[in-house]
Structure formats: structure tokens, C-alpha cells
């Protein structure tokens, strides 16, 4: 069974910080690029990050960017994303996803993820 399985989101305050982990289960995510997307309520799914497989390369959607970071514990089979001073347009469903790149230390820009997780909610209110 291949699953993607995210946590940690939850209601926080404007200004404050959440870290969501997404961990893999029945394949190693030692060979997957992984991305961050999110959709927020009446919006189009967003690509907000990008990670190599050994975390030596990421990329950041502008809307994210100095915000948000990646990480990953290959050991561990799990990736992280930090948000700090999260925004009220922040509210979204985020999703994890990881795609097979093999040895490579790039994020693709073209092509699907190969597995899905089904998504952890943040909440972004007063």
C-alpha cells in the first residue's frame, strides 16, 4: 500500500506558525521529489514548494517565499513544512505529493506527482 499521509495543520492566528509533516508509507521516499500544494476556499490548487530528495535543492512559490520552509528526514520517510507568519489567505488545504525522480536533485517543473496525500487543513483566524 503506497500512502502519503499529512499532519499538523489546526487553527492558528495570523502571524503565528504551523509545521506540517507528511510521511510515506509502503515506498521510501528516498528516490521522490516532494511538493507542497495547497488550495484555499473557492481557489485552484497551488505548487507553494518543492524539495529534492536530499533537500539540497527547493523552490518556493512567491506567495510563500521567505515564509515557508521545506525540509526532510529520509530516515524518517518524512517531509516537513514550515510556516511562519501565516496570513489569513493562508486558509487551504495542503497537500503533500511526491513524485519518482530517482538520483536527481531537481525539482521537476513538468509532470504528475506519483502519489497524493489527502490533505491537512490550516486555518488562519482570530
Known amino acids: 500500500q503506497l500512502q502519503l499521509v499529512e499532519s499538523g495543520g489546526g487553527l492558528v492566528q495570523p502571524g503565528g506558525s504551523l509545521r506540517l509533516s507528511c510521511v510515506a508509507s509502503?515506498?521510501?521516499?528516498?528516490?521522490?521529489?516532494v511538493k507542497w500544494f495547497r488550495q484555499g476556499p473557492g481557489q485552484e490548487r497551488e505548487e507553494i514548494s518543492c524539495i529534492s530528495r536530499s533537500g539540497e535543492s527547493t523552490n518556493y512559490a512567491d506567495s510563500v517565499k521567505g515564509r515557508f520552509t521545506a525540509s526532510r528526514d529520509n530516515a524518517a520517510n518524512t517531509v516537513f513544512l514550515q510556516m511562519n507568519s501565516l496570513e489569513r489567505e493562508a486558509t487551504a488545504v495542503y497537500y503533500c505529493a511526491a513524485r519518482a525522480t530517482g538520483l536527481s536533485e531537481r525539482c521537476p517543473s513538468t509532470g504528475d506527482p506519483d502519489h497524493w496525500g489527502k490533505g491537512t487543513l490550516v486555518t488562519v483566524s482570530a
Open positions: 509502503g515506498f521510501t521516499l528516498d528516490y521522490y521529489t
